[in-house]
């Protein structure tokens, strides 16, 4: 598969591989190089890096279903 580079040196993805990266607009792509080129993949929160943040919230605060969240319609500013 060939990609265009334009002259402001951005790509377009055809639609089926971001949705097969399960990419949507306003999510983030990882790019890591490797011995053989780069590797290009979603950048995902890892959420044990959450963990720690527990014990500064309020007692009988209820609980923050992250994916619930993301999965909501937001201010792209406001993504990870």
Not at 7 to 28: C, H, I, N, Y
Not at 46 to 68: K, M, N, T, V
Request: proline content about 9%; overall charge positive; charged content about 30%.
């Amino acid at each position: 598969m060939l990609i265009r580079i334009t002259s402001k040196r951005q790509v377009t993805f055809p639609a089926r591989v971001l949705e097969a990266m399960g990419v949507r607009p306003g999510d983030r792509l990882e790019l890591e190089e490797g011995p053989d080129g780069y590797i290009v993949r979603p950048h995902r929160i890892d959420l044990s890096r959450l963990a720690p943040l527990r014990d500064g919230l309020r007692p009988g605060c209820e609980a923050f279903d992250i994916h619930s969240f993301r999965a909501q319609s937001h201010d792209p500013a406001l993504r990870d």
